[in-house]
């Protein structure tokens, strides 16, 4: 089913209200200002499968009904649909400016848990798999969005899961009648004030003193027990702000309390079957990271493009910049190749495509490090006036007293509004809305590296250097220590 952005949103005005901002309860995240530029972001997402130019990045075929649906709704069953992913990605910062997280995380778990849970139900003889497909469908019947939560609070980072203080530290559950209960603590989680339905999973791999940990389950977004709590970034009071201040795009991110959330066996997809957990999290981490690439890729061509626009409106041309700008496009260019390469190099999980290891994780490496240069060339392209807070408010550039004056000292040749408009973006990209999804976002570059370390086969290294030396194959064995 496809849903237009207006149906979509009001899908998310009928849910109950139980997520905060600022102390105050929001009765409804499709207006109240602090989340309702993300509710109009996804939106956008929803309305792009009726645009024929976005239609394709937006909508695919669906594997499991053959039907036409919005693309997050689908199973990633091929190479093409995980690329397909991560093209979507990119256009959504084309139509966005931003991050979109409802239609990113929780999408990525259904798809990552595919092979699993089919292994789980083959070694126990659980019904975890069939739950599985049939929850896509039923996302797929209903158009829903969905947030991902995989960050668990985590307390002492030095302890594991079993070994914390307070059980909360980590999402836990217990079963009950006809289902489980959860508690426990999710942050940090993009996107939940636009999306209709969480998904949870195991934010680590868990040995057997801790399988109340392993769960892996969908409830809706509204369910009795579930606290949200809506983070502040750097721009916030912006976004509530009116004028050209308040930049109206972004994702949100938040902290979910779970308190006794009943969730129906139907909607468990995995509880307590321990060894499958770092599978989950395994796949997981490959599509994801493989598809950041885009992510960030996307939000370089923006800087591009405003780098471009704010040195017009400072009177001068491209020409000026263009090596610049030719770095930035090749910073895009590395995330996103290096992302497409983990793809076309994946394989097959029970149905359910799995970009390559070493590669995924050398890109969520790469998208660590590398965009901060871009973001680098383009403020250094702007000039100072994006830079720490050098352009005054909108208020005051308003003013009846001065506001004139100040408007004049802002025209560099085209007017003011168009550059004060620019700087206002130009401020939100790079520092604004945070460092978005770059360092931390998908895991952090530690995890990562030992990902890419795992994945290495060293020992062919040496060998290939003692051939082409012309040393024998015994030489120079590394002696365990
Ligand atoms: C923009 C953004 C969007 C996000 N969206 C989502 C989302 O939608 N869903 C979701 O589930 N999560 C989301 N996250 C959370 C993200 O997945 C986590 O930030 C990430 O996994 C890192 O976890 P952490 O922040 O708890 O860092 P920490 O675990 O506190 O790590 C901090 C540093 O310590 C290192 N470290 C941690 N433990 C150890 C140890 N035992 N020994 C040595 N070093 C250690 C880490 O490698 C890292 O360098 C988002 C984060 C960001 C920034």
Redesign the pocket.
């Known amino acids: 089913m496809l849903k237009t952005g207006a149906q979509y949103i009001e899908s998310i005005k009928a849910m109950k209200p139980n997520i905060y901002k600022w102390g105050k309860l929001i009765e409804d995240v499709t207006t109240n200002p602090a989340t309702a530029a993300h509710v109009k972001c996804v939106a956008n997402a929803y309305d792009a499968a009726f645009d024929p130019e976005l239609a394709p990045y937006f909508t695919t075929t669906s594997a499991l009904s053959g039907q036409t649906a919005h693309r997050w709704n689908t199973l990633m069953a091929t190479a093409e649909d995980v690329a397909g992913n991560a093209h979507m990605k990119r256009a959504s910062y084309w139509i966005n400016g931003s991050?979109t997280?409802t239609i990113?995380?929780g999408w990525t778990v259904l798809n990552a848990h595919f092979g699993p849970s089919a292994r789980c139900d083959a070694k126990y003889g659980t019904n975890y798999h069939q739950n599985l497909i049939d929850f896509m469908k039923e996302c797929e019947d209903n158009a829903y969005g969905l947030?991902?939560?995989?960050?668990d609070a985590?307390g002492n980072?030095?302890l594991n899961a079993a070994k914390q203080p307070d059980k909360n530290a980590y999402l836990h559950f217990e079963k009950v009648d006809g289902g489980i209960k959860l508690n426990g603590y999710?942050i940090?989680?993009?996107?939940v004030a636009g999306c209709n339905y969480i998904v949870v999973m195991p934010?680590t791999g868990f040995g057997p003193d801790a399988k109340e940990f392993a769960v892996v389950a969908a409830t809706p977004r509204d369910s009795e027990g579930i606290t949200i709590v809506e983070t502040r970034r750097p721009s916030d009071t912006r976004v509530e702000e009116e004028g050209w201040d308040g930049i109206k795009l972004g994702t949100t991110?938040a902290f979910i309390i779970f308190e006794d959330v009943f969730v129906p066996d139907k909607h468990v997809f995995l509880a307590g079957e321990n060894e499958f957990a770092a599978q989950v999290l395994g796949n997981f981490t490959n599509i994801y990271r493989a598809a950041i690439g885009s992510c960030v890729g996307g939000q370089g061509d923006l800087m591009a493009g405003a780098a471009i626009a704010i040195a017009r409106a400072n009177g001068l041309t491209q020409k000026a910049f263009q090596d610049k700008l030719t770095n930035i496009v090749m910073v895009n260019n590395i995330t996103i190749g290096l992302g497409i390469g983990a793809i076309m190099e994946g394989h097959d999980d029970g149905g359910a495509w799995i970009p390559d290891t070493a590669l995924a994780h050398t890109n969520k490496v790469q998208v660590g490090t590398i965009p901060y240069e871009a973001k680098r060339l383009a403020v250094e392209i702007a000039g100072g006036i994006v830079e720490t807070g050098c352009v005054p408010s909108y208020i005051d550039m308003t003013s009846p007293i001065y506001g004139e004056k100040l408007m004049k000292a802002m025209d560099a040749g085209s007017g003011a509004e168009d550059r004060i408009k620019l700087t206002r973006l130009m401020e939100w990209i790079h520092i604004g809305g945070?460092v978005?999804?770059c360092?931390?976002?998908?895991?952090?570059?530690?995890?990562a590296r030992m990902l890419v370390k795992g994945a290495t086969p060293w020992e062919k290294y040496v060998n290939y250097a003692k051939k082409a030396a012309g040393i024998p194959e015994d030489h120079l064995v590394e002696v365990k220590k």
């Open positions: 991050c997280g990113c995380a947030a991902g939560c995989l960050t985590k980072r030095a999710k940090q989680i993009c996107g934010t991110q945070g978005p999804g360092m931390h976002g998908g895991g952090s570059p530690d995890t």
